[in-house]
């Protein structure tokens, strides 16, 4: 009797290693933007400040340098963020800024104050220049288990909901402008820094994995297919 061809078992088969296979192609592509990525950053550390308007005029601005005019932003109203800065906790101060010629309003993050530290800034108008260099970033949307704002005290940065406590009407930028400069300089407890860029690159292993589980596959497949095949051979006849 002829053993059958084993069709579904391939055809199951076949689907697992395409499936294993395009996973371990998207890393190897997730790996290649990730690569790109800590590279643009690291350039981005380096370089000098540039205007607003041509670094916001850029396809991606993050990670640049901007150094812009926040009148005023000495003594402007400002949210505090729950943060942690060199394992430390504290709060980060945010105002708006709106700069000469740019039509955007903008998010400041002024810096980080230490826990232990009840005084803040004044709070007052005034249209006084403040000459800074602030590094852009993305702001994410706040997670699902963020816990809410109450008053102007945030637990997870959210750029709608901050301006709207600072009595903004008109849309903010969709970034958040880390200061590299103070805008207290009289005020050593406030402590500008953007967080570091670190960046987890294991796609690497990750796709080795997926392309080895396929090349498993493989073998177990043909073991498997070697043992389905020998089972149905009929006995030689002096076996018999």
């Known amino acids: 009797m002829r053993a059958r061809f084993p069709f579904g ?11 294993l296979c395009g996973l371990g192609v998207w890393q190897v592509q997730r790996m290649q933007w ?16 540039e205007a607003p308007a ?6 991606d601005p993050e990670f640049s340098k901007v150094s812009l005019i926040c009148p005023g932003l000495a003594t402007a109203p400002f949210v505090e963020l729950r943060s942690i800065h060199d394992g430390q906790p504290g709060v980060r101060l945010i105002s708006a800024c709106r700069h000469p010629g740019y ?18 800034p004044p709070v007052s108008a005034s249209g006084t220049p403040v000459q800074l260099v602030a590094e852009v970033r993305g702001t994410p949307a706040p997670g699902p288990m963020a816990l809410p704002p109450e008053g102007s005290h945030f637990f997870a940065r ?6 709207d406590a600072l009595g903004l009407t008109e849309p903010v930028a969709p970034w958040t402008l880390y200061a590299l400069t103070s805008s207290n300089p009289e005020w050593r407890a406030l402590q500008p820094s953007a967080p570091p860029a670190a960046f987890s690159n294991n796609h690497f292993g990750y796709a080795l994995t997926w392309f080895g589980l396929a090349l498993a596959l493989v073998g177990f497949y043909i073991v498997l297919l070697r043992r389905k095949l020998s089972l149905k051979q009929p006995r030689p006849a002096s076996e018999a």
């Open 9 to 19: 078992l391939t055809l199951l088969a076949a689907l697992a290693f395409a499936l």
């Open 34 to 49: 990730k690569n790109g990525l800590i590279a643009r950053a690291e350039a981005a550390a380096a370089a000098l400040p």
């Open 54 to 59: 041509y670094v916001f005029g850029a396809d």
């Open 103 to 120: 039509g955007q309003t903008l998010l400041i993050d002024r810096g980080f104050v230490a826990a232990g530290i009840s005084a803040r």
């Open 158 to 163: 959210d750029n709608a909901a901050m301006a």
